[in-house]
């Protein structure tokens, strides 16, 4: 299945997020998780690409082992880091060699140590660039890529942020996963501006369930969303109890699905961190069909 199949004519997307482990000793949780997730039948798993090194090239390995083991569709994520375009055009070969249908199209954070994304010699410099070669010379492929409900945290105003969403919806995408935000009222807002634009492409959540509260307020460090007062506050004193922490994070995930479910969103993404217990809970009580 593409991706482009997923959403639309009262179909719903259920789609799950995870990344290489850093060795094979992490390869048997990761599969644990995603066997316990199989029951609620996902439209797709998606797996990252990292910003250098090996994990880079695990990604293809690991999305096809995914498609093959559980008989589901995979989406292999693609950065413009650290690569010329003839790279980036060979990986996609072999992405297709290996019949992977779905890319997720990124312009990648910057490598670590450094502030801010440089183009790299021979490469792209932004999102919509990769989306256009890939629309154009690989045309097999469906594209997804990335919203960010609270602002990219590089982008001088949400009006500008949006206009170069539209860009890459505009150069093929079909379907925008949005950036993890615990507020659904960023959420509702950043749908209305998005409509008002005139942007057609699904526009799905991305959840990242609560689990350990320093690990939260280091993802969203770096990437720019908030944790509001009160469900931080409501963390903070479970900060010593682990099990507490991820009751909470559980129960606030569920209202916020709810809520979202309730305003008609087209599908659910989790970010899983490798994990099933949380996002397991949650489909579980928003009773989503198995």
Known sequence: MKIVDVYGKGKFGLSFEIFPPKSEAGNPQLFAALEALMVYRPSFVSCTYGAAGSIQEKTLELTAKISKTFGVTTAAHRTCVGSTVEEIRQWLKEAADLGIENIVALRGDPPKGQAEFKKPEGGFAYANELVAMIR???????????????????????????????????????????????????????????????????????????????????????????????????????????????????????????????????????YLLNKAEATFRILQALKLPR
């Open 136 to 270: 154009q010379e690989f045309p097999r492929f469906s594209i997804a890529v990335a919203g960010y409900p609270e602002t990219h945290q590089e982008a001088p105003s949400p009006a500008v942020d949006l206009a170069n969403l539209k860009r890459k919806v505009n150069a093929g995408a079909d379907a925008v996963i949005t950036q993890l935000f615990y507020d659904n009222r960023d959420f509702f807002d950043f749908r209305r501006r998005y409509e008002e634009a005139g942007i057609a492409a699904p526009l799905i959540p991305g959840i990242l369930p609560v689990v350990n509260l320093g690990q939260v307020q280091r993802i969203t460090s770096m990437c720019g969303a908030k944790i509001p007062a009160s469900f931080l506050a409501e963390l903070e004193a479970y900060r010593d109890d682990p099990d507490g922490q991820v009751d909470v994070g559980v129960r606030y995930a569920i209202g916020q699905c709810r809520e979202l479910l309730d305003a008609g969103i087209p599908g659910l993404h989790f």
